[in-house]
């Protein structure tokens, strides 16, 4: 990022930090694109690229609305460890941003059901050697829609799914009723947000404040149109709360 272009978002996102807490408070938290990276210091990459270095994510659609993934280094598959309290982790939308899916692989490869035109996946794998996050995303057109459960996507700040209800403000998500579900994905629950200018994928951890309250520190490509996609666990089972929205 050019000198200039990062001045430019630096007083934006101090605009949109100054409205915010005259409107009340200031939720989550959003840092520059250009702050330390967020596990080793390393540029951010916002998995813009199918590619880094040696490194590749290769996808390719099959029958039945089936999407076929893996990571790849020099040709081959590479070794993986555990990332975010499972194994690799597969992402997969589409652009009209109504479908979402996240599967997690114990192999750098996976094979699951997507949403049907052009889809964006992303991979996200801790290589047993080298950086110890590798994110890396690749577009693919998928012909017929897979099979997966139905999803609901708000255009509002406000989330349900009949059995609880889900406040966005910013980027700290307030729920219904007090959390008393487990820990997914290294922490109370999972935020990974999408930009639709350029599918730039960003991921994040709560911090739970007070018993209702899942708190994000996000670091952002920029403004525009977003999907963020809320993952925790409530009675037992993942809610995935989806919220189209702009910044």
Partial sequence: MSGHRSSTVEAVLNQVAGVAATLGGLYGQVFLADDEGHHD????????????????????STDGGMIDAAVTRAGQPIGVEDLHGGGSHFFAVDRAFTSFVHVVSDQPTATFAAPAGDVRVVAQVSPSEGSDLLELGA??????????????????????????????????FVLSEPWGGTDVFDGPAF?????????????????????????????LPGFGDYLAVLEFEHDGEVVTAMFRFSL
């Fill in 41 to 60: 210091g390393r540029d951010f990459s916002f998995a813009l690229e199918a590619q880094s270095g040696a490194d590749e994510l290769v996808v390719a």
């Fill in 191 to 219: 935020l990974t947000l999408w930009r639709a200018e350029d599918l730039a994928f960003v991921h994040a951890h709560a911090e739970l404040v007070g018993p209702t309250r899942f708190s994000f520190g996000v670091n």
């Fill in 139 to 172: 577009d693919v057109v998928v012909a017929d829609a897979g099979e997966f459960d139905d999803q609901i996507v708000t255009d509002d700040d406000v989330w349900s799914n009949g059995s609880i209800t889900v406040r966005r403000e910013l980027f700290d």
